[in-house]
Structure formats: C-alpha cells, structure tokens
C-alpha cells in the first residue's frame, strides 16, 4: 500500500485519537506524538502505531498523533482508518486485520 495524500481520522475528544498520516520523501516511518498520557504511555501509543504501520506493509510515512487517552484498538482502528484513506483504498481485509491481534 502506497501513501498517496494526507489524511486523517478520528477527533480530539476524551478516549479518542486524531491521526494525521502523509507521505514522505524518506524511507522511514516518522511518529510525532502529543499526549496528556504521554509520560505513562507515549511508548504504548507509539508501538501500536508504527506495528500497524508496519502489518499494512507500510515503509514511507509521517503520522502526527493527538491522543486523549484511547485505547489500544482505538489507536489501532484510527490508523489503519487513515492509512487507507491516504492510500485511497475503500477495502479492507479484516480477517488479515483480525489475525494481528491473535
């Protein structure tokens, strides 16, 4: 899957997250993260981003994070929203998807 455009999902309201994803130039996944949770689970925040960045094949692309306090399947389900927004992909394979988490 190729990033193609910048786009983003969910909002900033209490136990959500608002990820912005775009593409970038180099060959390296860039998370940039704010938190008020930050100090306890930016780490968190971060692995489950960039692990479903990489489960969806992706190598090449910028994510800016705001988080006010969402669960994993949360993060989870907002990134995969706006990576396939970017890459402008209307399917989604959710047994693959479902078989991360096992």
């Not at 390296?28 to 689970?41: G, H, R």
Request: with cysteine.
């Amino acid at each position: 899957m190729e990033i193609t455009q910048i786009a983003v999902a969910g909002t900033v309201e209490s136990s959500d997250i608002l990820i912005t994803v775009e593409p970038t130039e180099t060959d390296e996944i860039q998370i940039s993260l704010e938190s008020s949770v930050e100090k306890q689970f930016g780490q968190q925040i971060k692995k489950v981003i960039e692990e479903t960045i990489k489960n969806l094949g992706i190598k090449s692309i910028r994510v800016a994070a705001v988080d006010k306090g969402a669960l994993d399947c949360t993060i989870q389900a907002r990134t995969i929203t706006a990576i396939h927004r970017a890459a402008k992909k209307d399917e989604y394979d959710w047994k693959e998807i479902d078989s991360w988490n096992a």
